[in-house]
């Protein structure tokens, strides 16, 4: 079965700082990871994906996360926060092709950037 | 980009009268549908995938005849929540996938809707 973790509830920081969500997976096979951030009411906008090739992803509104294979860890990082920022972050992992294509979420983190 | 249209996005009804919530893929054919159930402030829990003219399959522990999943179409899926009741309510979410990869690698999300059973 897949599985993916969030350990962090909330995430605060303040605007112009970095910041970075966490997020481990559990799949077997080569995984296809995914982040998406969704403000209240709303449903997903997504962020960016890893299917292959390079480690560091690059995503939209200036994200970008890096695929860990021996650490099984795809954390989403942003060189400088805004106070737009702020909303709610999911992980999704899916299995690779062949295999169930339903996305699995993480918990999801709460990202508050203070002004 | 590819995008679903998800209504109503807020609803209210009486417990024990039905609601019914539909996803179109505007500009692609949604081979499969993923419908997801939220709660406050958590995570999204998949409750059904449907394929279009196939039976959907349920996730352990939603009830099928309470939960209702049409997919007649490849740009039209429904859910349909019979005899609601007020432990219904929460946001569902719809999650159409195409074969094409249009989308996010095949993923587009509906803007959720927000059901209340009073």
């Known amino acids: 079965a897949q599985s993916v973790a969030q350990p962090e509830d909330q995430v605060n920081v303040a605007e112009g700082n970095p910041l970075t969500v966490k997020c481990t997976y559990s799949v077997s096979g080569n995984p296809y990871l995914f982040w998406y951030v969704q403000y209240p009411n709303r449903g997903l906008q997504f962020l960016l994906k890893y299917i292959t090739g390079d480690n560091l992803v690059k995503g939209s509104y200036g994200f970008e996360a890096e695929f860990n294979k021996s650490q099984t860890s795809f954390h989403l990082k942003k060189p400088s926060a805004l106070v737009s920022d702020s909303a709610l972050y999911f992980c999704a992992v899916r299995a690779p092709a062949g295999s169930a294509r339903q996305l699995t979420f993480g918990s999801g983190t709460q990202l508050t950037v203070l002004p | ?118």
Request: net charge positive.
């Open chain 2, 1 to 118: 980009g590819a995008v679903v249209s998800q209504h109503p996005s807020r609803v209210i009804c009486k417990s024990g009268t039905s609601v019914k919530i539909e996803c179109r893929s505007l500009d692609f054919q949604a081979t499969t549908m993923f419908w997801y159930r939220q709660f406050p402030k958590q995570s999204l829990m998949l409750m059904a995938t449907s394929n279009e003219g196939s039976k959907a399959t349920y996730e352990q522990g939603v009830e099928k005849d309470k939960f209702l999943i049409n997919h007649a179409s490849l740009t039209l899926s429904t859910l349909t929540v019979t005899s609601a009741h007020p432990e219904d309510s929460s946001f569902y979410i719809c999650s159409a996938r195409s074969t094409s990869g249009a989308g996010d690698y095949g993923y587009t999300f509906g803007s959720g809707t927000r059901l209340t059973v009073v």
